[in-house]
């Protein structure tokens, strides 16, 4: 009796130790590690301001022309009469060519009294100054509609715009680049004071100097929303073939310009 009550003593107290040791030891505690979370902060105490400018030179596959019919007469009715005359003459014929009634509208058109002189209110006259807007989707066109249309009625030429169908895209591969010479321009100035650049805090873009057609009021379209200036003598990438035309296209350049400001870390 004496022996199975030791045998039992020895028993419950095997069950104690080994329930300790699950105590100190949790199953899988001893292969996980705690798990560190580190959250950046971005300072914005201190800071660094730069711009960065990008061109991307195209060459043009489409032209715009503003060409106008203005016609005087005695009364109202007779130089209306006179001036749609005209115009429908000159429409027809860029017709001919080969233009697409969707790329030709009316886009400037006045009536207005012309006075015996400067301060006197008594009318010899009227005028009208009717002015279309003509999209030539094959660029070749430009000298022959042109004379077609000065041979047909037109007496004014206003514009000649030359752009790219594209505009959307190369204006983004532009401001891609800003951005990018933005960020290097802000890591050398850091650098140089012997700091570092963190997050970016704020970024703009400049378009104070788009360009929205004619002053003569200009078909407002997503081209006059591109920043876009002619460049003739500067060429990246593949250029129009010279020929007999008088038109020589050269390249348009798309400019895209941000300003950034960056967090400084270290220093």
Same mark, same amino acid.
């Given at each position: 009796?004496?022996?199975?009550?030791? %045998?039992?003593?020895?028993?419950?107290?095997?069950? #104690?130790? @080994? #329930?300790?040791?699950?105590?100190?030891?949790?199953?899988?505690?001893?292969?996980? &590690?705690?798990?560190? /979370?580190?959250?950046? /902060?971005?300072?914005? &105490?201190? &800071?660094?301001? @730069?711009? $960065?400018?990008?061109?991307? %030179? @195209?060459?043009?596959?489409?032209?715009?022309?503003?060409?106008?019919?203005?016609?005087?007469?005695? /009364?109202p009715d007779g130089v209306r009469r006179?001036?749609?005359?005209? !115009?429908? *003459?000159?429409?027809?014929? !860029?017709?001919?060519?080969?233009?697409?009634?969707?790329?030709?509208?009316?886009?400037?058109?006045?009536?207005?009294?012309?006075?015996?002189? =400067?301060?006197?209110?008594?009318?010899?006259? %009227? *005028?009208?100054?009717?002015?279309?807007?003509?999209t030539l989707r094959d660029i070749n066109?430009?000298?022959?509609?042109? !004379?077609?249309? #000065?041979? /047909?009625?037109?007496?004014?030429?206003?514009?000649?715009?030359? %752009?790219? &169908?594209e505009l959307r895209k190369y204006r983004?591969?532009?401001?891609?680049?800003?951005?990018?010479?933005?960020?290097?321009?802000?890591?050398?100035? +850091?650098?140089?004071? $012997?700091?570092?650049?963190?997050?970016?805090?704020?970024?703009?873009?400049?378009?104070?100097?788009?360009?929205?057609?004619?002053?003569?009021?200009? *078909?407002?379209? +997503?081209?006059?929303?591109?920043?876009?200036?002619?460049?003739?003598?500067?060429?990246?990438?593949?250029?129009?073939?010279?020929?007999?035309?008088?038109?020589?296209?050269?390249? !348009?350049?798309? *400019?895209?310009?941000?300003?950034?400001? =960056?967090?400084?870390?270290? $220093?």
């Open positions: 009796m004496k022996l199975t009550t030791n %045998y039992l003593n020895l028993a419950i107290v095997a069950v #104690l130790v @080994v #329930l300790g040791l699950e105590n100190l030891h949790p199953q899988g505690s001893a292969s996980a &590690s705690p798990v560190v /979370t580190s959250e950046v /902060t971005c300072d914005s &105490s201190r &800071s660094i301001n @730069v711009s $960065g400018a990008a061109v991307v %030179y @195209v060459t043009p596959d489409r032209v715009l022309l503003q060409l106008g019919v203005q016609s005087n007469g005695a /009364t006179e001036n749609s005359q005209d !115009i429908q *003459r000159v429409v027809q014929a !860029i017709s001919g060519l080969g233009v697409q009634p969707k790329d030709i509208a009316t886009d400037y058109y006045l009536v207005y009294p012309i006075y015996d002189d =400067y301060s006197s209110l008594v009318i010899k006259g %009227y *005028r009208i100054d009717n002015t279309v807007s003509i066109l430009v000298d022959d509609a042109i !004379i077609t249309a #000065l041979k /047909t009625g037109a007496n004014e030429v206003l514009d000649v715009q030359f %752009y790219s &169908s983004d591969q532009a401001r891609a680049l800003a951005m990018k010479a933005a960020g290097e321009k802000a890591q050398a100035l +850091a650098n140089e004071a $012997g700091a570092d650049t963190g997050c970016i805090l704020s970024i703009s873009e400049n378009s104070w100097s788009n360009y929205y057609g004619s002053w003569r009021g200009g *078909r407002e379209t +997503a081209l006059w929303a591109q920043n876009v200036i002619q460049n003739s003598s500067s060429y990246q990438g593949e250029a129009a073939e010279l020929d007999d035309s008088p038109i020589t296209l050269g390249q !348009i350049a798309i *400019r895209a310009e941000v300003n950034a400001s =960056y967090s400084l870390t270290g $220093g």
